[in-house]
């Protein structure tokens, strides 16, 4: 998530909790999240992500650094249960 977040920073995360609530997907576009997808080989490892937009079809996420992300550009769009936990606080390396 280069330039937004930086190698050595710490990150803290709110678990999400009612994410079948009437307009909650819509109140995630624009924030940064905590992903854990799905694939055939089970749940990939947790990834940061900007939700960008949504649909019927799910939520779109990509990461802040287009040369190197991986992300719904490749994936496609996440189901709400993919998204864990939603940015909250950020410690700067010193």
């Known amino acids: 998530m280069t ?3 930086n190698s050595g920073d710490w990150l803290l995360f709110r678990s999400l909790r009612n994410q079948n ?3 909650f997907q819509q109140a995630l576009v624009g924030h940064v999240v905590l992903v854990q997808r ?3 080989a089970g749940k990939d ?3 940061i992500k900007r939700v960008t937009k949504v649909s019927k079809s799910g939520l779109w996420v990509e990461g802040d650094n ?3 992300s991986s992300d719904s550009r490749t ?3 996440l189901k709400p249960h993919e998204v864990k936990a939603i940015f909250v606080l950020r410690f ?3």
């Open 38 to 40: 799905e694939s055939k």
């Open 3 to 5: 330039p937004s977040f």
């Open 75 to 77: 994936w496609g769009y």
């Open 45 to 47: 490892f947790l990834q």
């Open 21 to 23: 609530h009437p307009g």
């Open 92 to 94: 700067k390396k010193a």
């Open 66 to 68: 287009q040369k190197e």
